[in-house]
Nanobody, 114 residues
Framework: QVQLVESGGGVVQPGGSLRLSCAAS????????MGWYRQAPEKQRELVAV???????NYVDSVEGRFTVSRDAAKDTVYLQMNSLKPEDTTVYYC????????WGQGTQVTVSS
Protein backbone atom coordinates (compact mmCIF):
# COMPACT_ATOMS: atom_id res chain seq x y z
CA GLN A 1 0.00 0.00 0.00
CA VAL A 2 1.28 3.46 -0.88
CA GLN A 3 2.32 5.59 2.08
CA LEU A 4 2.90 9.32 2.39
CA VAL A 5 6.20 10.40 3.92
CA GLU A 6 6.39 13.92 5.33
CA SER A 7 9.46 15.97 6.14
CA GLY A 8 10.46 19.54 6.90
CA GLY A 9 8.81 20.25 10.23
CA GLY A 10 10.73 21.75 13.13
CA VAL A 11 11.17 24.73 15.40
CA VAL A 12 11.39 28.26 14.05
CA GLN A 13 11.16 31.76 15.46
CA PRO A 14 8.18 34.00 14.71
CA GLY A 15 8.56 35.51 11.27
CA GLY A 16 10.64 32.60 10.07
CA SER A 17 10.03 30.08 7.31
CA LEU A 18 9.71 26.34 6.89
CA ARG A 19 9.06 24.13 3.89
CA LEU A 20 7.11 20.90 4.32
CA SER A 21 7.37 18.08 1.80
CA CYS A 22 5.20 15.03 1.32
CA ALA A 23 6.23 12.25 -1.03
CA ALA A 24 4.36 9.09 -1.95
CA SER A 25 6.21 5.79 -1.52
CA UNK A 26 4.81 4.65 -4.87
CA UNK A 27 2.73 5.92 -7.76
CA UNK A 28 -0.84 6.97 -6.99
CA UNK A 29 -3.46 6.45 -9.65
CA UNK A 30 -5.69 9.41 -10.52
CA UNK A 31 -4.94 12.10 -7.93
CA UNK A 32 -7.77 14.61 -7.55
CA UNK A 33 -6.26 16.78 -4.86
CA MET A 34 -3.18 17.05 -2.65
CA GLY A 35 -2.63 19.25 0.31
CA TRP A 36 -2.08 19.96 3.96
CA TYR A 37 -4.24 19.94 7.07
CA ARG A 38 -3.40 20.68 10.66
CA GLN A 39 -4.79 19.66 14.00
CA ALA A 40 -4.21 21.23 17.38
CA PRO A 41 -4.86 19.25 20.57
CA GLU A 42 -8.59 18.83 21.28
CA LYS A 43 -9.52 20.59 18.04
CA GLN A 44 -10.82 19.33 14.73
CA ARG A 45 -8.44 18.85 11.85
CA GLU A 46 -8.63 21.85 9.54
CA LEU A 47 -7.69 22.43 5.93
CA VAL A 48 -4.58 24.58 5.54
CA ALA A 49 -3.91 24.51 1.79
CA VAL A 50 -4.80 22.20 -1.07
CA UNK A 51 -4.09 22.03 -4.78
CA UNK A 52 -6.15 20.07 -7.28
CA UNK A 53 -5.23 18.18 -10.42
CA UNK A 54 -5.36 21.31 -12.60
CA UNK A 55 -3.41 23.49 -10.20
CA UNK A 56 -6.22 25.38 -8.52
CA UNK A 57 -5.36 26.16 -4.91
CA ASN A 58 -7.40 26.86 -1.80
CA TYR A 59 -6.19 28.23 1.53
CA VAL A 60 -7.64 28.80 4.95
CA ASP A 61 -7.98 32.54 5.53
CA SER A 62 -5.43 32.60 8.34
CA VAL A 63 -2.56 31.52 6.05
CA GLU A 64 -3.54 33.34 2.85
CA GLY A 65 -0.58 35.35 1.58
CA ARG A 66 1.90 33.60 3.89
CA PHE A 67 1.75 29.95 2.81
CA THR A 68 2.09 28.50 -0.69
CA VAL A 69 1.11 24.98 -1.70
CA SER A 70 2.66 23.40 -4.78
CA ARG A 71 3.07 19.97 -6.30
CA ASP A 72 5.32 17.91 -8.51
CA ALA A 73 2.89 15.72 -10.40
CA ALA A 74 5.65 13.57 -11.87
CA LYS A 75 6.80 12.61 -8.38
CA ASP A 76 3.41 12.57 -6.61
CA THR A 77 4.87 15.08 -4.17
CA VAL A 78 3.27 18.09 -2.53
CA TYR A 79 4.99 20.98 -0.76
CA LEU A 80 3.96 23.69 1.67
CA GLN A 81 6.14 26.79 1.83
CA MET A 82 5.37 28.58 5.07
CA ASN A 83 6.59 32.16 5.49
CA SER A 84 5.99 34.78 8.17
CA LEU A 85 5.19 32.05 10.65
CA LYS A 86 3.25 32.94 13.78
CA PRO A 87 3.02 31.19 17.16
CA GLU A 88 -0.59 30.27 16.34
CA ASP A 89 0.70 28.18 13.42
CA THR A 90 2.18 25.79 15.96
CA THR A 91 0.64 22.35 15.66
CA VAL A 92 0.92 19.03 13.78
CA TYR A 93 0.59 19.23 10.01
CA TYR A 94 -0.74 16.32 7.96
CA CYS A 95 -0.31 15.65 4.28
CA UNK A 96 -3.38 14.42 2.39
CA UNK A 97 -3.85 12.91 -1.06
CA UNK A 98 -7.31 12.33 -2.49
CA UNK A 99 -7.40 9.76 -5.24
CA UNK A 100 -9.63 6.73 -5.48
CA UNK A 101 -9.01 6.53 -1.75
CA UNK A 102 -7.97 9.02 0.90
CA UNK A 103 -4.34 8.88 2.07
CA TRP A 104 -2.85 10.63 5.11
CA GLY A 105 0.71 11.18 6.23
CA GLN A 106 1.89 10.48 9.75
CA GLY A 107 2.06 14.16 10.69
CA THR A 108 4.95 16.52 11.25
CA GLN A 109 5.29 18.96 14.14
CA VAL A 110 5.72 22.66 13.44
CA THR A 111 6.63 24.84 16.41
CA VAL A 112 6.85 28.63 16.16
CA SER A 113 8.40 30.06 19.27
CA SER A 114 10.94 32.64 20.37
Amino acid sequence: QVQLVESGGGVVQPGGSLRLSCAASGRIFRIYEMGWYRQAPEKQRELVAVINSVGITNYVDSVEGRFTVSRDAAKDTVYLQMNSLKPEDTTVYYCNVRSLGDLWGQGTQVTVSS
